[in-house]
């Protein structure tokens, strides 16, 4: 069981939860148990062919998952995943 | 006449003007806080630039490249979207070579941005705070397209700014560590120092160096603002060239600024200490080798948010401030 925690924008979609349990063995199957829980989390998160939409970044353990392997990467039990929007950097 | 032998090297270099005189920035070693014997901490003090900033350097190549094109003439009115930094060296060198500056910036950023871009002559233009440096681009690249007489460098768009540090910054790392660089870190903003570094270490030394992104995680007053709608990835970025891009909390990336200054006396501003955070968690990992991390501003800019002295608790705003 991962856990995933919710920016702001997304929580009316999961009922004002600032951070849910999800189950699955990679980012992609943790956000489809989100998306599941939460329906109107998927469209938000993913795109039309089930990809992470271009402005949404994952993190796993502070990492960005599109640096590692993606939606295949894998996810441990107790890992912690954020969900939140691409920025540009603030001060430059 | 005999000179006396020079004791220090090297010498810091005999230049035409201050624009010459930016770059060849000091390569200074961090042992104190470095987790491993074997693994050693480079920091790149591009806070020696002359404004105090790793943005002198993508500022004079902007211009420059402009001015090779022949896209701007004398008494031109520069266009550029930035939170400071790169606003206050173009300042610089526009007032130096007669060019009128325009900068559009958030609102929140901290006073003494203002004042340094005034004192170099610059008109400030202000952003919503809540869009941070999106909303700033936005605004400037609406400007830019009401009115032609603006020349907009684009920081975020052009090849001059990664070009900046792939002929400037990483020839100088590889030349004093003779080319053993084992991973190269620096934070994510334009990209224009990640890009620029990473194409020239991997040209220069393939797989074996890692390039690893430090990325401002935005509090939660700044993130709530925003929908995942608005994203913005600056174009000149190319997520494949990093083997590894890692989050930091604007909490963290104060106490590692406190750290910086009381353990190795590096006076530097905020993303400095959320890169060397991310540059010691990737020396952690490693067995042996050389870890560089760009100092990219001093602290004089931050003075007023009482980060230095302050008990981290007592800091005011720090979520809802853009720090970095």
């Known amino acids: 069981m991962a856990t995933v925690k919710i920016p702001p924008v997304l929580r009316p979609s999961t009922s004002g939860e600032k951070e849910v349990s999800a189950d699955g063995a990679t980012v992609g199957q943790v956000l489809g148990s989100l998306a599941s829980e939460h329906p109107a989390t998927k469209q938000q998160i993913f795109g039309d062919g089930g990809e992470l939409n271009r402005y949404v970044n994952v993190y796993l353990n502070d990492e960005d998952v599109r640096v590692l392997q993606g939606l295949e990467t894998e996810v441990g039990d107790g890992d912690v995943l954020v969900i939140l929007p691409a920025m540009a950097g603030g001060a430059f | ?324």
């Open chain 2, 1 to 324: 006449m005999v000179l006396p032998p020079l004791q220090n090297r090297p010498c810091g270099g005999r230049y035409t003007d201050l624009v010459q005189a930016i770059g060849n920035t000091p390569l200074v070693e961090l042992r104190r806080l470095s987790p491993r014997p074997g693994v050693r901490i480079w920091a790149k003090m591009e806070s020696f630039n002359p404004t105090g900033s790793v943005k002198d350097r993508v500022a004079r190549s902007l211009i420059e490249d402009a001015e090779e094109k022949g896209l701007i003439g004398p008494g031109q009115t520069i266009l550029e979207p930035t939170s400071g930094n790169t606003g206050i060296s173009l300042a610089m060198i526009c007032s130096l070579k007669g060019y009128r500056l325009k900068v559009v910036m958030p609102e929140n950023v901290t006073p003494e941005r203002t004042q340094l871009l005034q004192m170099y002559g610059a008109e400030i233009v202000y952003s919503p705070g809540d869009q941070g440096s999106n909303g700033a681009v936005a605004m400037a690249l609406e400007m830019a397209e009401a009115d032609a007489g603006y020349y907009m460098p684009y920081q975020y768009g052009n090849p001059a700014n990664p070009g900046a540090h792939y002929n400037g910054t990483a020839p100088e790392v590889l030349e004093e560590l003779d080319g053993e660089v084992d991973a190269f870190v620096a934070g994510l903003g334009t990209g224009g120092t990640l890009m620029g570094n990473a194409r020239r270490f991997k040209d220069e030394l393939g797989d074996r160096v890692k390039i690893v992104a430090a990325e401002p995680m935005q509090g939660e007053p700044v993130q709530g603002l925003r929908s995942l709608d608005d994203g913005y990835i600056p174009p000149i970025i190319d997520l494949s060239l990093l083997d590894r891009k890692i989050f930091v909390t604007n909490s963290d990336a104060i106490v590692w600024t406190r750290k910086l200054l009381d353990e190795e006396g590096v006076f530097a501003g905020v993303s400095s200490g959320a890169i060397a955070r991310v540059a010691h968690r990737i020396a952690g990992e490693l067995d042996e080798g050389n870890v560089v991390f760009v100092v990219a501003d001093d602290g004089w800019k931050y003075l007023s948010s009482g980060i230095y002295t302050k008990p981290i608790e007592e800091i005011e705003a720090l979520e809802s401030t853009l720090w970095w």
